[in-house]
T-cell receptor, first 114, second 113 residues
Framework: EAQVTQNPRYLITVTGKKLTVTCSQNMNHEYMSWYRQDPGLGLRQIYYSMNVEVTDKGDVPEGYKVSRKEKRNFPLILESPSPNQTSLYFC?????????????FGPGTRLTVL | QQQVKQSPQSLIVQKGGISIINCAYENTAFDYFPWYQQFPGKGPALLIAIRPDVSEKKEGRFTISFNKSAKQFSLHIMDSQPGDSATYFCAASNSGATNKLIFGTGTLLAVQP
């Protein structure tokens, strides 16, 4: 089954405690991306990756890091989380072969930073 | 230039009625316009999408109408059902560039039985 998985699904942490949210896809997609979803703001892109070792900033990259060492994995790293990073996070992936269309989204990670 | 404006913010429709959600964009480089459906606790899932070379696309009870000159597109849900109750997001992207989806702010649809 084609899917994007994220872990953990729920996380409560404290300000300044480094954390990593993992994302993995089994579709051999080149493109992966992280979004955050906030009420009234829709989804906003944090970082994206066009392929292994190729990453770039999205619209709201401040306070986040990513890495793409393997094609299937795209972890999101918060080195020093702050309360304004409390949000619902989604990882997504898509193929860059042929006509680009469907982005598949993971189930989301709800993060609370106290 | 990068915004996608979505309305209404929330919508209540009776079972069997037509739900209409509208979006407008500014960037003429956008060439892919998907609609996503999101249920509570789930990630967004692609519902239907359109490219600017057609003015309408229909899949079952869901139709996208696209007006290139007005830079607007809309989702119509015919014969709305309680199971359609969800949040709907329009989005746009320039698929020749970074594939970044620019999302609207979402519409919470409630279909009353």
């Amino acid at each position: 089954e084609a899917q994007v998985t994220q872990n953990p699904r729920y996380l409560i942490t404290v300000t300044g405690k480094k954390l990593t949210v993992t994302c993995s896809q089994n579709m051999n997609h080149e493109y992966m991306s992280w979004y955050r979803q906030d009420p009234g703001l829709g989804l906003r892109q944090i970082y994206y990756s066009m392929n292994v070792e190729v990453t770039d900033k999205g619209d709201v990259p401040e306070g986040y890091k990513v890495s793409r060492k393997e094609k299937r994995n795209f972890p999101l790293i918060l080195e020093s989380p702050s309360p304004n990073q409390t949000s619902l996070y989604f990882c997504a992936s898509t193929s860059l072969a042929g006509v680009v269309d469907t982005q598949y989204f993971g189930p989301g990670t709800r993060l609370t930073v106290l | 230039q990068q915004q996608v404006k979505q309305s209404p913010q929330s919508l209540i429709v009776q079972k069997g009625g037509i739900s209409i959600i509208n979006c407008a964009y500014e960037n003429t480089a956008f060439d892919y316009f998907p609609w996503y459906q999101q249920f509570p606790g789930k990630g967004p899932a692609l519902l239907i999408a359109i490219r600017p070379d057609v003015s309408e696309k229909k899949e079952g009870r869901f139709t996208i109408s696209f007006n290139k000159s007005a830079k607007q597109f809309s989702l119509h849900i015919m014969d709305s059902q309680p199971g359609d109750s969800a949040t709907y997001f329009c989005a746009a992207s320039n698929s020749g560039a970074t594939n970044k989806l620019i999302f609207g702010t979402g519409t919470l649809l409630a279909v009353q039985p």
